[in-house]
């Protein structure tokens, strides 16, 4: 099995709300990744936690906040966030040092549109 | 600095046929490639992967080839089939930095025709 799983698949939200997103995975991967892509651009990485930990942030401005309550759970926290901010938000997880290769996995993204 | 590009956009390729879809990477230190593919709205799936120590890896009618002296490296999908129309991304990283950061090419959008 090599699902994750993403919710909400849409979200519309304006320029004041606070919104989350969530992922989720049961392979018992210890890296957990959040990404965001634009159309028709390849995916831009913005967090990495590895074993729990913020590992990588990719200069990804504080209006988008990671948190990873445990091993299975990856959380987005959004506010004030801006229309340019609009885009699909990807979660993916790997094992990290799997035999000297790192396969991540998606989730099916969560479209995310800022009003 | 793009240091993984995928530098057809599109290509279009009847059914039965043989897709070739390219990627050209220019950081040495990259030791694991990927391709994945992407429907619209939809998050990539992995396809296949190779290491840096083959320079072929197959999996049913998904073959990579990597040439290590030339940084490029090669999906086949062959025979080809129209359920195989979507974006493909090839990715790169380097597994001994210890970052799990990927390097992705811009895409090569296949149109396989019935």
């Known amino acids: 099995d090599t699902e994750v799983t993403q919710t909400p698949k849409h979200l519309v939200m304006g320029m004041t709300n606070k919104k989350s997103l969530k992922c989720e995975q049961h392979?018992?991967?210890?890296?957990m990744y959040w990404y965001k892509q634009k159309a028709k651009k390849p995916p831009e990485l913005m967090f990495v936690?590895?074993?729990?930990?913020?590992?990588i942030n990719e200069s990804v401005p504080s209006r988008f906040s990671p948190e990873c309550p445990n091993s299975s759970l990856l959380n987005l926290h959004l506010h004030a966030l801006q229309p340019e901010d609009s885009a699909l938000y990807l979660c993916?997880?790997?094992?990290?040092?799997?035999?000297?290769?790192?396969?991540?996995?998606f989730g099916p993204g969560t479209r995310l549109t800022v009003l | 600095d793009q240091q993984v590009k995928q530098n057809s956009p599109s290509l279009s390729v009847q059914e039965g046929r043989i897709s070739i879809l390219n990627c050209d990477y220019t950081n040495s230190m990259f030791d694991y490639f990927l391709w994945y593919k992407k429907y619209p709205a939809e998050g990539p799936t992995f396809l296949i992967s190779?290491?840096?120590?083959?320079d072929k890896n197959e999996d049913g009618r998904f073959t990579v080839f990597l040439n290590k002296s030339a940084k490029h490296l090669s999906l086949h999908i062959v025979p080809s089939q129209p359920g195989d129309s979507a974006v493909y991304f090839c990715?790169?990283?380097?597994?001994?930095?210890?970052?799990?950061?990927?390097?992705f090419g811009t895409g090569t959008r296949l149109k396989v025709l019935a």
């Open positions: 392979m018992g991967h210890r890296a």
């Open positions: 190779i290491s840096s120590i083959k």
């Open positions: 990715a790169a990283t380097p597994t001994t930095s210890g970052t799990y950061k990927y390097i």
């Open positions: 936690y590895s074993y729990e930990k913020l590992s």
């Open positions: 993916a997880s790997s094992q990290p040092g799997a035999g000297g290769t790192d396969t991540q996995y």
